[in-house]
């Protein structure tokens, strides 16, 4: 999956999210908030990955 198949994924998610909080369904809005959330941090690590920006200082 390409980085922007997963960017648009990430929105998404984050998106439908937002209207299910909108729409007062907080638990599965909670889910989607948090699943893009992680999404977001693991492409952003292996992009450091990817690019040696990674350090164990």
Same mark, same amino acid.
């Given at each position: 999956? @390409? #980085?922007?198949? /997963? #960017? !648009? +994924? &990430?929105? &998404?998610?984050?998106?439908?999210? +937002?209207?299910?909080? =909108? %729409?007062?369904?907080? &638990? =599965? @809005? ?7 959330? !992680?999404?977001?941090? !693991?492409? +952003?690590?292996? /992009?450091? =990955? /990817? %690019?040696?920006?990674?350090?164990? #200082?």
């Amino acid at each position: 999956m @390409s #980085d922007f198949h /997963k #960017d !648009i +994924l &990430t929105g &998404t998610l984050f998106m439908t999210g +937002l209207l299910g909080f =909108v %729409s007062g369904e907080f &638990t =599965v @809005s909670s889910a989607l908030f948090g699943t893009a959330a !992680i999404a977001s941090n !693991i492409n +952003l690590y292996r /992009k450091k =990955v /990817k %690019s040696g920006q990674l350090s164990c #200082d």
